[in-house]
């Protein structure tokens, strides 16, 4: 048996006071999903699509749903917001394809127009194929898109482990680092990552000079390091406590036959995969063996205000990327992190502004959606007729105008996430990519 809850995302003004987000969770167990419920839009009687958001809403992933609810629900504030009503289904972690079809199957028969979700790529197929099967569009922020997780169906915005690497592989290759050794993980994601450097090395003409992964239970990293640097070796016979103090000894040293002098360095740049955690460890365990003096190259986890407070001392020339800049100068991006501290009391993150970048994308295909039902084929004005997810075919076999073409219509976007032009069915932007030194990030490049 799989549990599910709804929750009603309602939005209201109150007199005097910025937008309000109110989750309601309703504790009720459900074999099969229900009926939906929907809150009418403080905007008005104009709301007529019904958009599911499936993500989990309960559990320890509650955090970046409610970030990402939080984005989307703000861009309601925006013109063309009253088109929209939201759903939001709890979808637990450890749902499957059966689970995931009952949702689809209900969502089909409640009119909904489109999905959202899932929040990670682990459900990805389930989407996809239920999305393909009740044509229902699927809009993603997931990180992770393989073409055999995706369908006609399934549009994809989010920021990309692959579109990470790529940015830093160029990056790389045009400031003449044509050198570069990998640590990763040997399991999880790490395996594709190494996949991803190789290809984009290759295309770039950068040589990896040597890799090294490590496992879950890895905190001592001078093995992998030993694969990628070659240390000084301690010299036969006993060393004076005068030499050792010079060389920089110490007994776990000594254990290791090697001494702290700056090792042979062979690469130009340095990947460091990882979660916070090894991170943070790789990092100090590089300054405490004195292998410094290059680039090292790390991705979206670096930027995290407290990840550089506790470990900023050793970033001095981190190279990473993200996908979405709290601080830039842009008055898009300005304006939504002023209305959304206001309206949470703390700055937006990147799942939040994807939110908001999505709900966006959603407005502007409801109003060409909306445009196109008034007008009709023909040009007059007309009853928009009630809006059917699936094709329906005329006696000429002219299909009707579906929301689904009305998100493909949706050409470029220009988000707080950077300028998107959709292809195919991926809505294609830059990253920001940051540099750390003395204390300072900078900004080497921008998605606008």
Same mark, same amino acid.
């Given at each position: ?33 229900? %009926? ?22 309960? @559990?320890? $992933? ?16 925006? !013109?063309?917001? *009253? ?12 749902? =499957?394809?059966?689970? #995931? ?6 969502? *089909? ?16 197929? &389930? ?13 993603? /922020? +997931? ?38 050794? %990998? ?16 290809? $984009?090395?290759? !295309?770039?003409? #950068? ?6 992964? &490590?496992?879950?239970?890895? %905190? ?16 036969? @016979?006993?060393? +004076? ?32 995969? @990882? ?19 290059? /680039?090292?190259?790390?991705? *979206? ?5 407290? $990840? ?14 993200? =996908? ?20 949470? =009391?703390?700055? /937006? ?54 929301? &689904? ?12 996430? @950077? ?10 932007? =830059?990253?920001?990519? $940051? ?6 990030? &900078?900004?080497?490049?921008? /998605?606008?």
């Amino acid at each position: 048996m799989s549990e599910y809850s709804i929750s009603i995302g309602r939005i209201k003004k109150q007199k005097g006071k910025p937008i309000i987000f109110t989750l309601i969770f309703l504790a009720t167990v459900f074999i099969i999903l229900p %009926v939906l419920f929907v809150l009418p839009s403080a905007y008005g009687k104009g709301s007529t699509l019904k958009i599911a958001v499936v993500i989990p809403t309960r @559990g320890r $992933f509650v955090y970046f749903s409610k970030q990402f609810i939080n984005g989307l629900l703000l861009s309601l504030d925006d !013109k063309g917001g *009253s088109k929209i009503n939201y759903v939001t289904v709890n979808l637990p972690v450890n749902a =499957g394809a059966t689970d #995931i079809n009952y949702i689809f199957t209900s969502l *089909s028969k409640k009119g909904v127009s489109a999905v959202i979700g899932p929040l990670f790529a682990t459900q990805l197929k &389930y989407f996809a194929s239920n999305s393909a099967k009740f044509k229902i569009p699927v809009i993603t /922020p +997931s990180p992770f898109v393989a073409k055999k997780d995706a369908s006609s169906f399934t549009f994809s915005y989010g920021m990309t482990l692959k579109q990470e690497i790529r940015t830093e592989i160029e990056y790389a290759a045009s400031n003449g680092i044509s050198r570069i050794s %990998v640590i990763y993980p040997h399991n999880g994601y790490g395996p594709k990552l190494m996949d991803y450097i190789r290809h $984009f090395s290759s !295309k770039n003409g #950068i040589d990896i000079i040597n890799s090294t992964e &490590y496992d879950d239970k890895t %905190v001592d990293f001078f093995y992998n390091f030993h694969s990628i640097v070659k240390f000084n070796k301690l010299k036969k @016979g006993r060393l +004076s406590k005068a030499e050792e103090a010079q060389l920089g000894v110490t007994p776990f040293d000594l254990m290791h036959g090697i001494t702290k002098v700056k090792p042979h360095i062979p690469f130009k740049g340095l990947f460091v995969i @990882g979660n916070p955690s090894k991170l943070g460890l790789i990092l100090t365990q590089l300054m405490y063996y004195n292998i410094t003096g290059f /680039p090292i190259f790390g991705l *979206s986890p670096f930027d995290s205000e407290h $990840f550089i407070e506790k470990y900023g001392f050793y970033m001095q020339n981190a190279i990473f990327t993200d =996908g979405f800049f709290k601080y830039d100068n842009d008055k898009v991006v300005k304006k939504f992190a002023s209305i959304y501290q206001n309206n949470y =009391g703390k700055m /937006p993150n990147i799942i939040s502004a994807e939110g908001y970048d999505i709900g966006g994308i959603l407005i502007k295909a409801a109003e060409a959606f909306s445009h196109r039902e008034a007008v009709g084929p023909s040009g007059s004005s007309n009853n928009p007729p009630p809006f059917k997810v699936q094709y329906l075919m005329k006696a000429n076999n002219a299909r009707t105008y579906t929301f &689904y073409d009305a998100i493909l219509s949706v050409k470029s976007f220009r988000g707080v996430c @950077g300028i998107s032009r959709l292809s195919g069915n991926k809505f294609k932007k =830059g990253l920001y990519l $940051f540099k750390y030194r003395d204390n300072k990030i &900078y900004v080497l490049k921008s /998605p606008f």
